[in-house]
């Protein structure tokens, strides 16, 4: 059996050996890499390493310095900014363990972050460290490794109390076994948030104060943001097997066009101003367009992306409100799509979508 999506540290094992080998920089105690080559296993070095972040290498060498220190490190940024994948490969390159995690949700209980019990063990032999069933925080500090926290504003305020002492103290007490666990060296925090959620559980400022904050921005250029689409969307073409289509990369610009216009409310040329959708429009969605069409064109058509693949992904990424999208994405049609040459196959499929 194949895992659907591997751990970044097995499918990316070759690459994170090869690093290690050639790695001759200090390393932190408890890191597999020296910080050096962390930066170079997310951003690639132009040859067997590939990139898995495309972006500024400075964002990337500031949150890697702070996981060497004793500041946890917190990435914000609008949905789709790669949070959780940064997260996830800098957890896989740090300590090759990117498992340990905490999803945060309104009902994250204090247990994901702490610790729970095994009550069966509990009620037969009372509190031990077998009965003891430690978070993935409280393994990540036992074995020196990196925990991730994901979407830390979701989680309730007192519950997101219970990591004030762990990173200030660097330890957790177990009142009932009279004892406590240490966090050994390696030991740190990644917690992703959203901007858009703001304000939903807000840090506490004694929590705010013990993280470094790292801002994901949206790709800058079309060209970035072009060559995030199309290399993601490679590669998970590949990993879902889809049949071999003949790279369109005239589709996938449009696709990358459309979402940037809408999303910075003005159209390339920065002649026409435009009405933005609710929605967020953000790359991740993007590249989940342009894979949804390639499957339609692979099973149901004639293995070419055409403009009839991507359009109702489109229409459904930008029509989240049904009332006010729906005529946002109405003028952008009339005024902006139909009059541009080259796109009138577009024109007629989202149309029809
Ligand atoms: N700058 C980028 N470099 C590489 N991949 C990117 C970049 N921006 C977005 N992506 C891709 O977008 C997808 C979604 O990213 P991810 O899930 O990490 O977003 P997120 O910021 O955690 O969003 P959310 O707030 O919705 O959780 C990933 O497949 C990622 O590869
Ligand atoms: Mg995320």
Avoid: C
């Avoid at 290690?20 to 408890?30: E, I, L, N, T, V």
């Avoid at 789709?80 to 490969?89: L, R």
């Avoid at 109702?312 to 990424?317: E, H, M, T």
């Amino acid at each position: 059996m194949t895992a659907l999506r591997p751990h970044a540290e097995e499918f990316y094992a070759e690459e994170l050996a090869a690093l290690a080998a050639d790695d001759d920089r200090s390393r932190p105690p408890g890191w597999r890499l020296s910080p050096q080559a962390v930066v170079t296993y997310l951003l690639g070095d132009g040859g067997k390493i590939t990139p898995k972040y495309v972006g500024s290498r400075r964002l990337m060498e500031v949150a890697v310095a702070t996981l060497a220190t004793d500041r946890a490190l917190l990435l914000l940024g609008v949905p789709g900014t790669a949070k959780t994948w940064v997260s996830e490969h800098l957890a896989a390159a740090i300590s090759g363990d990117s498992t340990l995690l905490v999803q945060g949700t309104a009902g994250t209980p204090e247990e994901a972050i702490r610790y729970g019990w095994n009550y069966a063990r509990l009620l037969a032999e009372g509190p031990s460290p077998a009965a003891l069933v430690p978070s993935p925080v409280l393994r990540a500090m036992e074995t020196g490794a990196i925990a991730r926290v994901e979407e830390l504003t979701r989680v309730p305020s007192d519950v997101q109390d219970a990591l004030i002492t762990i990173l200030s103290e660097k330890t957790l007490p177990v009142p009932e076994l009279n004892t406590e666990v240490q966090a050994q060296r390696g030991f740190n925090v990644i917690a992703t948030a959203n901007d858009r959620d703001r304000g939903v559980n807000e840090l506490s400022s004694a929590l705010r104060r013990r993280f470094n904050t790292v801002v994901l921005p949206v790709p800058a250029t079309f060209d970035e943001e072009l060559d995030i689409v199309t290399r993601r969307v490679a590669q998970l073409g590949r990993s879902l097997d889809l049949p071999e289509t003949t790279t369109a990369l005239d589709e996938i610009r449009r696709v990358v066009t459309v979402f940037r216009e809408l999303r910075s409310g003005q159209t390339d040329d920065a002649r026409t101003k435009l009405k933005s959708p609710t929605g967020t429009m953000s790359t991740a969605e993007a590249i989940s367009v342009v894979t949804n069409g390639m499957a339609l064109a692979a099973h149901f058509g004639d293995g070419v992306l055409r403009a009839g693949d991507v359009a109702s992904g489109i229409v459904g990424s930008v029509i989240k409100d049904p009332v006010s999208d729906r005529v946002v994405w109405r003028e952008y049609l009339e005024t902006v799509v139909r009059e541009r040459p080259g796109w009138a196959d577009f024109y007629r499929a989202a149309r029809d979508a």
